[in-house]
């Protein structure tokens, strides 16, 4: 099982390298995480180069995508080419976005009918599209989830790791990378938002 971890120039650095690193704790188990980029090389919000690992045309072959965010949103929003290149089918693939990524979602059609997450300074541009936002940090229905503010990316890697590999998983990558004596406390506020997410729908 392959992710797509969309990072556009201008990325906030901890939704995308927090989303890819939990999920590749799960290499042994098949399931591993890419940097997707529409260039080469993309340059954060805070001036640091990374090369891409995989091109855009990646995320029409990932059985997860998750879009990250980043200082750019809007313009990569207008960018109809860039756009164009997000080929994604949410009845195969597994679509999640961080914070402004919420934004590429929409554009795409994939939020109608539903609420999102997103970060505060987001918020009013997804409301704009008609998109109501939860004062949550995560949510999820069917194969689409949100999640809102930077360190909420845990969340939506979790809910990647939950689908794909289980909740046993997910429970080992979050017990390995929490801080020292907050173990289980971490473990258990990650997966209640996972599921409570998920449940208010069931």
Same mark, same amino acid.
């Given at each position: =099982?392959?992710?797509?971890?969309?990072? %556009?120039?201008?990325?906030?650095?901890?939704?995308? %390298?927090?989303?890819?690193?939990?999920?590749?704790?799960?290499? !042994? /188990?098949?399931?591993?995480?890419?940097?997707? *980029?529409?260039?080469? @090389?993309? *340059?954060? =919000?805070?001036?640091?180069?990374?090369? $891409?690992?995989? =091109?855009?045309? %990646?995320?029409?072959?990932?059985?997860?995508? #998750?879009?990250?965010? $980043?200082?750019?949103?809007?313009?990569?929003?207008?960018?109809?080419?860039?756009?164009?290149?997000?080929?994604?089918?949410?009845?195969?693939?597994?679509?999640?976005?961080?914070?402004?990524?919420?934004?590429?979602?929409? &554009?795409?059609?994939?939020?109608?009918?539903?609420?999102?997450?997103?970060? =505060?300074?987001?918020?009013?541009?997804?409301? /704009? &599209?008609?998109?109501?936002?939860?004062?949550?940090? %995560?949510? /999820?229905? !069917?194969?689409?989830?949100?999640? $809102?503010?930077?360190?909420?990316?845990?969340?939506?890697?979790?809910?990647?790791?939950?689908?794909?590999?289980?909740? !046993?998983?997910?429970?080992?990558? #979050?017990?390995?990378?929490?801080? @020292?004596?907050?173990?289980?406390?971490?473990?258990? &506020?990650?997966?209640?938002?996972?599921?409570? /997410?998920? $449940?208010?729908?069931?």
């Amino acid at each position: =099982m392959q992710v797509a971890v969309v990072t %556009f120039d201008g990325f906030n650095e901890l939704d995308s %390298f927090i989303a890819s690193a939990l999920i590749n704790r799960c290499r !042994g /188990a098949g399931l591993e995480a890419f940097i997707t *980029t529409p260039t080469p @090389v993309v *340059t954060s =919000m805070n001036g640091v180069e990374v090369t $891409g690992q995989r =091109m855009m045309g %990646f995320v029409a072959e990932a059985d997860v995508v #998750l879009i990250g965010s $980043g200082v750019k949103a809007r313009e990569v929003v207008a960018d109809d080419q860039l756009i164009s290149e997000l080929q994604l089918d949410s009845s195969r693939q597994l679509i999640g976005a961080q914070c402004s990524g919420a934004l590429v979602l929409a &554009r795409l059609g994939l939020l109608d009918g539903m609420s999102a997450c997103t970060d =505060m300074k987001t918020r009013p541009f997804v409301e /704009a &599209r008609g998109i109501p936002v939860l004062d949550e940090p %995560f949510h /999820a229905e !069917g194969n689409i989830a949100t999640a $809102g503010g930077c360190l909420a990316s845990q969340y939506l890697a979790t809910w990647v790791i939950t689908r794909v590999l289980g909740e !046993g998983a997910a429970r080992d990558v #979050l017990d390995y990378v929490s801080p @020292v004596g907050e173990n289980q406390e971490t473990i258990e &506020r990650t997966l209640r938002a996972v599921h409570s /997410a998920e $449940g208010a729908l069931a």
